[in-house]
């Protein structure tokens, strides 16, 4: 996924361009494109789990018993 221009405003650029992490771009596009509330009490990370653990960007990450 390509950043959206706000995002790529908003992305933190590493030191090591191998560093970078497609899963923080696709959270801040999903935050940028208003998909997910930047309050957690309306969309925790559990419910953001739920509902976009099967894009690609989620390939072999795992979360926790606890969000």
Known sequence: MAL???AKDAAIVPED???VNPLRGFILNLLVER???VES???GPKVVWETYCDENEFEGWEHGDKF
């Open 4 to 6: 959206n221009p706000i």
């Open 17 to 19: 361009a191998n560093e």
């Open 35 to 37: 998909k997910i509330p």
């Open 41 to 43: 009490n309306k969309m």
